[in-house]
Each structure stands twice: as structure tokens, then as C-alpha cells.
């Protein structure tokens, strides 16, 4: 989507007013949604199984409340993935294309899961973010400096994200709807489902932000009620950072170190930038009072997170 008169320098800012699960269409299941969950070959853990059949790939089918009743999901069923062909006639023995019909004729749904577990629902949206101006065609998982697949599960109803504008119309898109994420989506995918969202797009003018939190802001920031949330990557815009291969050579060449050291840059930067302290003061305050997570370990370019609450700044003037 374009955004009327946003240039490159520009900066977005997309308000989050609400996200909520679609409904299931099966008057049977009235009231509920449902989403999967694929521990795939993609994922951290594939490689380092302790038990069953090595490797494996396991989907979880979880039920979700849309009316507002309980805020949690419960799993309802899970299965080995049994290989697939699609209507081409081309066969998928591994999960590696997105929305491939299974036949469950060859399932052998295991209904004994993750009894008495509660997972707390957090609707939010994997993927958001404007377009970069390294390339035309840009493959939609690694995240970058102007977005995308971070996976976040911050990035829900009553956040703010603000975003560097790259290119003319800011062309913003959002997808990869989630019920629910733990920070590094470990396995491969969250509870993937149908959501609905809200937004309220404001643009800033590149000639507005100086002398603000905004100036100089070059990755994508997240905003809530009570944090500032900073996204860190194993390379910060690995379209220019890698090169011509760039966009092959991004999932070889992702670490946490990498990511943990972006994501420090990024808050001194606005520690020092947007609160006015010095690189001393910087330093002192991320390793005594600002938390450091692992966003997430499966889109090529790894992310890790650093949030500061804003409370610390009650009595700070600047």
C-alpha cells in the first residue's frame, strides 16, 4: 500500500488499533478459530532432536476463543507432516510451501497433547513493514532495516511501529498473522491464523525531526504503552551489507552475536540520541535496567530485541 507524499528520509509511523481472530467458518465451531503451529526443517531445533524418528517435522493444531471468553488456546491435535503432492504432481516430502493441503487420510493425529496447557493468546502480526531500496524483488523472510518478518509478538493491538522510509510511497504490507509467538519462534512458526487489523498511518517529514526521537532513525522501532522496543539484526540491511547474493547468502550467514551487537548500537543510539545521555551513561543504564531478548532464530537474518521502559525517564527532562 502507498502512502500519499512519503519520500525516502521520511518517517512512518503505523499505529496498531486493533487486531482479532477470524472466526471459523464451520457453524460447528462457532465462536472459535483455529491455527497450526510447524516445528519444520527450518527451525533451531531440527537438527538436534533427542527422541522418535530423526529428523521430523510435527504440526500442532491449536483452538482459539474469538469471543472474548478466555484469553488462551489450547492445543487440540498434532501430526507427523506425511509428505505431500500437490495438484501439479509435485511431491513435498518436507514443508516447503506455504498454504499445501494435507491429506489426512495419511495423518495419524495424536489428540493426547500438551494436555492441561494454557497459552496465552497475543494476536499480533509477524510480518510489517515498508519496502526496501536495495532491490525490486525482495524475498519476504529475512527481516531488515525497514521492517518486514520480525517476528515480534510485540508488534500487536496497541503498539506504534515507526519505520525509515526508503523509496516513494513508503509501500507499506503487513501478513504473517500469529495467535500467539514466544521470543525466538524456536521451532519454525508460531499459532499461524487469520487476523484482522486496524491501523492509523502517520507520516513524519524528514524535515520535521530534528530535535526529536525520530531524527536519525534508520530500523524499525516499536512503541507500547510502557517500553521502547528496539530490533536488532544479524545484519542491519543485508541487501547492501551482503551484496549481489545477498538475499541467498542471508541464511548462512546469521548469529545471535551479530544480532545481540546491532541491537547494542541501536540503543546507545537512541539512549545517547533521543534521551540525551552520554555514551557512558548509555553503556551503564543497557547493562543495569535495559533487557536484552532473542526475537527470533528462523528468517535468515536473526533478530534480538532490546526494550528500556519508559518509567526509567519519569523525572529526565529531555
Known amino acids: 500500500m502507498a502512502i500519499r507524499g512519503a519520500?525516502?528520509?521520511d518517517v512512518l509511523e503505523v499505529r496498531i488499533l486493533d487486531v482479532t481472530p477470524g472466526p471459523c467458518a464451520n457453524p460447528k465451531f462457532k465462536g472459535l478459530a483455529f491455527g497450526s503451529n510447524a516445528a519444520a526443517w527450518w527451525g533451531y531445533h531440527y537438527k538436534d532432536l533427542l527422541t522418535g524418528e530423526k529428523p521430523r517435522e510435527v504440526v500442532t493444531i491449536y483452538e482459539v476463543d474469538v469471543t472474548g471468553t478466555r484469553d488462551w488456546a489450547k492445543a487440540v491435535y498434532s501430526?507427523?507432516?506425511p509428505g505431500v503432492t500437490d495438484p501439479n504432481g509435485i511431491a513435498h516430502p518436507t514443508i516447503d510451501y506455504p498454504g499445501l493441503l494435507v491429506d489426512h487420510t495419511k495423518t495419524d493425529r495424536n489428540f493426547d497433547v500438551l494436555?492441561?496447557?494454557r497459552v496465552p493468546i497475543r494476536p499480533h502480526f509477524g510480518t510489517m513493514g515498508l519496502a526496501p531500496a536495495e532491490a525490486d524483488m525482495v524475498n519476504s523472510i529475512p527481516p531488515s532495516y525497514t521492517g518486514g518478518n520480525i517476528d515480534n509478538w510485540r508488534i500487536g493491538k496497541g503498539a506504534t511501529m515507526y519505520y525509515p522510509v526508503a523509496?516513494?510511497?513508503a509501500l507499506f504490507s503487513v501478513g504473517d498473522p500469529h495467535a500467539s509467538q514466544g521470543d525466538s519462534e524456536l521451532c519454525g512458526t508460531a499459532i499461524e491464523c487469520s487476523l484482522t487489523g486496524t491501523f492509523q498511518f502517520v507520516l513524519h517529514k524528514k524535515q520535521d525531526l530534528a530535535g526529536t526521537a525520530l531524527e536519525?532513525?534508520?530500523f524499525?522501532?516499536?512503541e507500547t504503552r510502557d517500553e521502547w522496543v528496539?530490533?536488532?539484526?544479524?545484519?542491519?540491511?543485508y541487501l547492501k551489507d551482503l551484496g549481489a547474493g545477498a538475499q541467498e547468502a542471508i541464511f548462512q550467514k546469521s548469529s545471535i552475536d551479530l544480532a545481540m551487537r546491532d541491537a547494542f548500537r541501536k540503543m546507545r543510539q537512541f539512549l545517547m540520541h533521543a534521551k540525551g545521555l552520554t555514551e557512558d551513561e548509555a553503556i551503564s543504564l543497557m547493562s543495569i535496567a535495559v533487557d536484552f531478548g532473542i526475537t527470533q532464530v528462523v528468517d535468515g537474518n536473526?533478530?534480538?530485541h532490546a526494550i528500556v521502559k519508559k518509567a526509567i525517564f519519569a523525572e529526565r527532562t529531555v
Open 302 to 304: 536473526w533478530g534480538v
Open 79 to 81: 501430526f507427523r507432516w
Open 115 to 117: 494436555k492441561g496447557i
Open 216 to 218: 536519525s532513525l534508520d
Open 167 to 169: 523509496v516513494p510511497g
Open 7 to 9: 519520500e525516502p528520509g
Open 230 to 237: 528496539l530490533s536488532g539484526f544479524s545484519y542491519p540491511n
Open 220 to 222: 524499525p522501532m516499536i
